[in-house]
């Protein structure tokens, strides 16, 4: 019989292997391939953490303006490793912890509590303990509590914890030496780090939307959320194709403020990034154009270029009448529209003089002040005693059938007699009548004023009726 001898370290590398690749396969079964990451050389990897945020977590921005924020997830933690060949019979993994909201001295004590598992553990795989305790207790053993300040410093925002551990007390005031160099904060300078954080919480957001199922509130249909549109204000669901067709229509009729949740009485609005995911370019380009229209019609200090073939939007001063166009450079009185015409009033036109009474004295004070300047008050006077004068000889007076001359009939018959151009005419129907006989249009059967001479006169019981053929 013959034997081998087999060195005892071999055994214990050939165990170490054996452990390190189930511990690697058991964590890619685990989780997924965005999550977990698994260098080709075998001993190398990455794993990023979400810590589980308690509802109701908030973000407390302070500085100038302090702001709150309702966040559900974090950046991860990101727990860079290196598996040495005598692992985990002897060796440590060599690792790094990463973060881009916690502070490094925060990052430090997560490295020595990792330390402090190894011990506890030694001669046994650790990375699933470890990541157990990152996923599962960072929070509460940093005491980091609701809400999670953020103060601004100078540019960039830093974080700070509302509660911090104990351990971390006088930490904050220890040297850089006393840091650990496995303790790596993320932080880009040229980003705001509270931008970065809801960023994140955002998409995440999404993430967990779209792998959920809805039923769509128009067409009762279930679907998953990567095929629905939330209303982030009302949280009310309908499915793309439903609200795609809705929002086609409201652009097409030019409802751009109408892109609301369809629920009854509901409020919410999509946002301009909702509409442009759904339409079409020339559709999202139509619905910016014609917001960005009503938006400039609610500005006091905005006008429109009155010329047809421009419409530019026009900023003007403050207290201004003119306006000039940056783009044809026509130069314009912003109150009537027409050329410029200084510190003069605007010339009213006939028809804006014919409405002028009704609308100044229908107006407020403030109105009747603003009609005043613009038209000047002369003129305001003059239209209202025009217009009462118009009312009046409209009620009062007929119009000769031959010059055209306003003519009031205070007493006698319905032969008239024009005080302009002397000829004669019928009340009644306005008719010309003849200079040699008058009466024999209301002495003719055939006329339609027949026997209406007197029509409409009032008179005394014992006044005689005559003939006035003399006169």
Known sequence: ??????????????????????????????????EFHRAESGKEGEIHLCLELPPNFKLLVKGQKSAEHNISFLPPLVLSFDLPDDYPSTSAP?????????????????????????????????????????K?????????????????????????PAQKHAADASGEKSKAQDLDPRAVQEVDAQTDILTQLLDFDEAQKQRVFDGKAFCCGICYSEKLGCDCLLFKECEHVYCKACIKEYFQIQIKDGKVQCLNCPEP??????????????????????YD???????LDLMADVVYCPRMSCCMAVMVEPDSTMGICPSCRYAFCTLCRRSYHGLSHCIATADELRSLRDEYLSSSEEGKKFLEKRFGKRVIQRAVE??????????????????????????????????????????????????????????NPDSPCYNQLFHGMEM????AFGSDEDD
């Open 289 to 295: 154009r014609l917001l960005l229209q009503s938006s």
């Open 265 to 286: 009485k509901c409020a919410s609005t999509a946002t301009p990034t909702q509409v442009k995911l759904l339409v079409g370019e020339d559709e999202f380009a139509r």
């Open 1 to 34: 019989m013959t034997y081998f001898y087999v060195p005892l370290r071999n055994v214990q590398m050939s165990a170490d292997q054996e452990a390190k690749e189930d511990e690697l396969l058991a964590l890619a079964s685990i989780y997924d391939e965005e």
């Open 94 to 134: 060599v690792f790094t912890i990463s973060s881009k909201w916690l502070t490094r001295v925060q990052i430090t004590a997560l490295c020595r509590k990792l330390d402090e598992l190894w011990e506890e553990n030694q001669g046994n795989v650790v990375l699933f303990t470890w990541i157990q305790f990152l």
């Open 386 to 443: 025009e217009s009462f004068s118009t009312d009046w000889l409209k009620t009062n007076c007929k119009q000769c059938p031959c010059c055209g001359t306003n003519i009031q009939k205070a007493h006698g018959c319905n032969k008239m007699t024009c005080s302009s151009c002397q000829k004669y005419f019928c009340w009644i129907c306005l008719g010309a009548l003849s200079r040699v006989n008058p009466y024999s249009h209301f002495n």
């Open 136 to 160: 599962e207790e960072t929070l509460d053993f940093l005491g980091i509590q609701s809400p999670l300040e953020i103060q601004r410093s100078g540019s960039q925002p830093q974080c700070e």
């Open 460 to 463: 005394e019981e014992d006044e």
